[in-house]
């Protein structure tokens, strides 16, 4: 606050000068302050009014998509066997491939599902398409990882859910072009791949005991950089990031490196399920997340672009468990991949609203 600058009576000379110089000196500042403090006031309410608004855009896309999804229940029992991973973001297999870490981890857990006999559920954002235009490109890095989900889905044990990176798969003619049948090099010819496969945005598994339904989407919904301004992202991952990313550059628009960002997704995803009682499962920002029985019923998968790890949820005999493939070492130094519990499995029902 300005405080007046007072003259004593026996000292006049000068005083008015004195005076209206500091006066007009604490008046500038003063104003100044104001303003600043304004400013700042006023980005409060506008960041509050914009968090407002995301949260509504949220909740109005998973609506739509949970509708969307009702036509397309896949009814599961106690004798269901179901594995769930997200956010692969398979690449070319170049240094700015994230995948291609991990893609042993992923190889021999997609052999482990199948041979149990599982069934894949991919919650988006499997094939890395921002960053890479040609997908023909990333099938042929990672035939290996192709050729297991080719078993997967002619056993019909394979389910594809598009996400921000992959949303080329929501055209159904990129699907038919590039996912129904590959070029083998070898034969000269082209050979099926995953064909008459449907790529969607969202799932229903319907608890055929209960009734019950379990929402599966992707969760990049509401989040504005990755879904309603989409080519925005895809422009600055593919043309300014990618370039970016080996000097050690984040990714702006990848929520699982901003943590503010991730919070305030799985705030709004959890709004979601707790006003609509309803149990979702997603990926998006790769951070895992198993509710307790005292909270919204909303989990999330992780991913497999983890340093070290993939992490995914398996649903089998009623019930749900986090888990997580890794690296481990025995006692002779011999290395071997390995699955281990993040959580001990719930089941189902007490999730069930």
């Not at 006031?41 to 998509?65: H, P």
């Not at 149990?116 to 960053?131: C, H, K, P, S, V």
């Not at 990882?145 to 929501?170: A, E, S, T």
């Not at 943590?259 to 006003?275: G, H, M, P």
Request: some cysteine; glycine content about 6%.
């Amino acid at each position: 606050m300005w405080k007046r600058s007072w003259v004593p009576a026996n000292d006049m000379r000068g005083s008015s000068l004195r005076y209206e110089k500091q006066r007009g000196v604490s008046l500038y500042y003063l104003v100044y302050h104001r303003r600043i403090c304004c400013g700042f006031g006023y980005c409060k309410v506008i960041k509050k009014y914009i968090l407002k608004w995301l949260s509504i855009y949220t909740s109005k896309r998973l609506t739509e998509v949970f509708d969307s999804a009702k036509e397309r229940e896949i009814l599961i029992d106690e004798s269901s066997k179901l594995v769930l991973f997200s956010d692969c973001h398979r690449g070319d297999n170049s240094w700015a491939d994230d995948f291609a870490h991990n893609q042993n981890l992923f190889f021999h857990a997609l052999d482990y599902y199948n041979k149990n006999a599982f069934t894949y559920i991919e919650i988006g954002d499997g094939d890395e398409l921002w960053e890479n235009k040609r997908f023909e490109d990333i099938r042929r890095a990672h035939s290996d990882i192709f050729w297991k989900m080719k078993q997967l889905y002619d056993d019909k044990r394979l389910y594809l859910i598009w996400g921000n990176h992959n949303r080329k798969w929501k055209n159904p003619k990129n699907v038919s072009k590039y996912l129904y049948q590959y070029y083998d090099e070898r034969k000269d010819c082209l050979e099926p791949l995953f064909q008459g496969i449907e790529v969607h945005e969202g799932l229903l598994l319907r608890y055929s005991g209960t009734g019950d339904r379990i929402f599966l989407t992707h969760g990049h919904q509401g989040d504005l950089l990755n879904d309603g301004l989409w080519w925005v992202g895809r422009f600055v991952v593919r043309k300014i990031w990618k370039v970016l990313q080996i000097t050690g550059v984040r990714d702006p628009t990848s929520p699982a490196k901003n943590f503010k960002a991730r919070n305030k997704i799985d705030k709004n995803i959890e709004e979601w399920a707790k006003a609509h009682k309803q149990m979702i499962i997603a990926g998006h920002t790769h951070r895992p997340r198993f509710p307790s029985l005292k909270e919204p019923p909303y989990f999330n998968v992780g991913s497999c672009v983890h340093p070290r790890c993939i992490t995914g949820i398996e649903i089998q005999n009623g019930s749900i468990v986090l888990i997580k493939w890794s690296i481990k070492v025995k006692p002779d130094g011999l290395l071997f991949i390995g699955k281990d519990e993040l959580t001990k499995p719930e089941k189902l029902q007490p999730f069930f609203m």
